[in-house]
């Protein structure tokens, strides 16, 4: 199974700050893939992170908003901007490779205040 | 993909066998049925995946009737680090460079 790591594992922040979220993976996987997941709730597939390309973004979430870049095929961030309360969340990076078993990090806890 | 239907929440003691039944009527001819467990403050980890019958692990047996409509994850033995939340989900074979759809999960908690 893939080993995947997030950074940072939480933090807090001032609204209106952006805040970067590093995804790093063992072994090159086919696909990376950026999940919200609100207090409380199931997760929310917020995009997937494409190398060398723009990532795809699911209903309801914008490039400005979570801008995503992915320069290999073991790295991927998440940047989310412009932050409010709304978007205090565990931020999620998941994995899938020639197994096609999906894995996921260990996610960042993100609290705006 | 096929939506998927399990309890909100379950209860049991240490030692007991838990089983979590989750619905998935509209399941394709190519779909698999995928169990996730979720600990608190930690991703989602795979348990469990079958297409039909009984599959078995070290962690969990999962059983699918012929019709495909519903499955049953079980659960030997829980003790109190069973405690989390379990996902039920359906995916295609060919999903490798697609993502999962999480529903709500059940939650459950094992009691001393």
């Known amino acids: 199974s893939a080993v995947i790591s997030q950074k940072p594992s939480r933090d807090i922040c001032q609204r209106g700050t952006s805040l970067t979220i590093q995804c790093q993976v063992d072994s090159q996987v086919t696909m990376m893939f950026w999940y919200r997941q609100q207090p409380g709730q199931s997760l929310t597939l917020i995009a997937t992170?494409?190398?060398?390309?723009?990532?795809?973004?699911e209903s309801g979430f914008v490039i400005d908003k979570f801008p995503i870049s992915r320069p290999n095929l073991t790295f991927s961030t998440l940047t989310v901007s412009n932050m409010s309360p709304e978007d205090s969340s565990i931020y999620l990076c998941s994995v899938s490779g020639v197994s096609e078993t999906q894995y996921f990090g260990p996610g960042t806890r993100l609290l705006v205040l | 993909l096929a939506k998927t239907t399990q309890p909100i929440s379950m209860d049991s003691y240490e030692g007991q066998e838990v089983n979590i039944t989750c619905s998935h009527n509209?399941?394709?001819?190519?779909?698999?049925i995928t169990w996730y467990q979720q600990f608190p403050s930690q991703g989602p980890r795979f348990i469990i995946q079958g297409y039909k019958t009984k599959v078995t692990n070290e962690v969990a047996s999962l059983f699918i009737p012929a019709d495909r409509k519903s499955s049953t994850l079980s659960l030997p033995r829980v003790s109190l680090s069973d405690t989390a939340v379990y996902y039920c989900l359906v995916r295609p074979m060919d999903t490798g460079r697609r993502a999962l759809t999480f529903g709500s999960g059940t939650r459950l908690q094992v009691q001393p």
């Open positions: 509209n399941i394709a001819t190519n779909d698999y």
């Open positions: 992170a494409n190398q060398g390309s723009e990532a795809t973004y």
